[in-house]
Every structure is written in structure tokens, then in C-alpha cells.
């Protein structure tokens, strides 16, 4: 059982380019999210879903895309990728957040650096 | 504004001994609180969880105390072990909103 797949691990930006970051999760979560983490900042949520083809904003959306065709799948899009998106991004999903003893689970992660 | 608030960005403990961990939050609609664990190029990992409807929650040497007055959480990890060593995030969510809000994380370390 995978869980919570990200790929890729690692990956260099020149500025103004376009990239997805890829989520899968294998345990039919109808909760999926973003979250980028920021030294001195925590984890910050950017996007969210709460089943396929329902999206919305976290704390800090700005830059990002995101779309949810099927449970398993949750791309966020970086349009246009800016020095300030270097980060540790980080896609987690829940069987149903908001609910007691339902807890995200966490992929491990990938690292952004935009140039 | 920052919703929930870790103000001790490290801790030094020995090992054996207890480790306290303290979190605030602001928002009085949160009725359910979660730690997580992470260790370096690691996701973070759900370690205990409790609800608003509770002051305390134990799980084998994790204790999770809520004070709902205070708008306040603490995790206590007794004894304290070398591979406890990580960075500790508390977060918080209001029942219906599917937003969960971390704080910004302590990192501990635990002296052999």
C-alpha cells in the first residue's frame, strides 16, 4: 500500500516557467490538499478538495492551479513559477477531514527551487 | 494573522526525562487538534489527535492536553527517547471548513 505518492522528488525552475507537481493516493480519500512549508512559517495550506471536481482556496493560493478529474489524482499547476514558490511542497489526504479521527495523511514531499 | 501558534522553536531535553510541547491557538470555532511528527526529507506523521470535547488524550508515552479557556494544547511525551528527536507541528481545524491549520513547528532534541 503507497498511500501517498509525490513526484517529483526534486525540481529546478528557471523563473516564468510552467510545471506540474503530482499527487496520487491509493486509499480512496475523498480529502486531498496542498501544503507548502516555509522556514519560520509552518506548513501553509494552498488548495484543497473534498472529492472529484470540487476545489477550493487555502491560506495561500496565489500562483497555483488545481484540479481533481479522479480520487486518486490531485496536480497543483505552477503557471508561472516565481523565486517566492521555492519550497517544500507537500500533498496530504484524509477520508474525511474535518471529522474526529481523521487525520491527513502526508506524501514526502518535493522540493522546489525556482531561479 | 497567525491562527495557531507554536512559540518555542526548539527544545532541549535528556533522555528519560518528560518533553513538553505547547501550542495556542486563536480561533475559538477549532474543535478538533492534531500533533505531528517529522523527521528530515520525511513527510509529516500523525501522531495523536484530540477533540474539543476533551481535555486529554493518551496514547502509550503521548499525552495530549487540551485547555479550551486558554486556547491552549500541550503534548507531552514521557519518557523522552533519542529517536523522539523531530520537529513537532500542532494543528487545528473548525468542524465543516476541511481547513487544517499548523503551526509553524518546535523542533526537539533529545539528549543520550
Known amino acids: 500500500n503507497a498511500g501517498v505518492t509525490q513526484t517529483p522528488k526534486f525540481q529546478v525552475l528557471k523563473t516564468g516557467q510552467s510545471m506540474t507537481l503530482q499527487c496520487a493516493q491509493d486509499?480512496?480519500?475523498?480529502?486531498m490538499s496542498w501544503y507548502r512549508q516555509d522556514p519560520g512559517m509552518g506548513l501553509r495550506l494552498i488548495h484543497y478538495?473534498?472529492?472529484?471536481?470540487?476545489?477550493d482556496q487555502g491560506e495561500v493560493p496565489n500562483g497555483y492551479n488545481v484540479s481533481r478529474s479522479t480520487t486518486e489524482d490531485f496536480p497543483l499547476r505552477l503557471l508561472s513559477a516565481a523565486p517566492s514558490q521555492t519550497s517544500v511542497y507537500f500533498c496530504?489526504?484524509?477520508?474525511?477531514?474535518?471529522?474526529?479521527?481523521?487525520?491527513?495523511?502526508f506524501g514526502n514531499g518535493t522540493r522546489l527551487t525556482v531561479t | 494573522d497567525q491562527q495557531v501558534k507554536q512559540n518555542s522553536p526548539s527544545l532541549s531535553v535528556q533522555e528519560g526525562r518528560i518533553s513538553i510541547l505547547n501550542c495556542d491557538y486563536t480561533?475559538?470555532?477549532?474543535?478538533?487538534f492534531l500533533w505531528y511528527k517529522k523527521y528530515p526529507a520525511e513527510g509529516p506523521t500523525f501522531l495523536i489527535s484530540i477533540s474539543s470535547i476533551k481535555d486529554k488524550n493518551e496514547d502509550g508515552r503521548f499525552t495530549v492536553f487540551l485547555n479550551k479557556s486558554a486556547k491552549h494544547l500541550s503534548l507531552h511525551i514521557v519518557p523522552s527517547q533519542p529517536g523522539d528527536s523531530a520537529v513537532y507541528f500542532c494543528a487545528a481545524s473548525a468542524g465543516g471548513t476541511y481547513k487544517y491549520i499548523f503551526g509553524t513547528g518546535t523542533r526537539l532534541k533529545v539528549l543520550a
Open positions: 478538495s473534498v472529492g472529484a471536481g470540487i476545489t
Open positions: 480561533n475559538s470555532m477549532f474543535d478538533y
Open positions: 496530504a489526504s484524509s477520508p474525511d477531514a474535518g471529522h474526529y479521527n481523521s487525520p491527513l495523511h
Open positions: 486509499m480512496n480519500h475523498e480529502y
